[in-house]
């Protein structure tokens, strides 16, 4: 059974100057969704 949690990563440490594709990079690496303390990143858009 599933259980419905979801992993998330900081970008606050990101190359800001390439933050498209630090945030490409930790999506492909696993994480659900990346996350700055106020913004959010995802692969299905949320």
Same mark, same amino acid.
């Given at each position: %059974?599933?259980?419905? @949690?979801?992993? /998330? ?6 190359? !800001? ?5 630090? @945030?490409?990079? %930790? !999506? =492909?690496? /696993?994480? =659900?969704? /990346? ?5 959010? @990143?995802?692969?299905? /858009?949320?």
């Amino acid at each position: %059974m599933a259980s419905g @949690c979801k992993t /998330g990563s900081s970008i606050l440490n990101s190359d !800001l100057a390439n933050l498209g594709a630090e @945030c490409l990079q %930790m !999506l =492909d690496s /696993g994480a =659900d969704y /990346g996350y700055d303390g106020q913004a959010f @990143c995802s692969h299905d /858009g949320i």
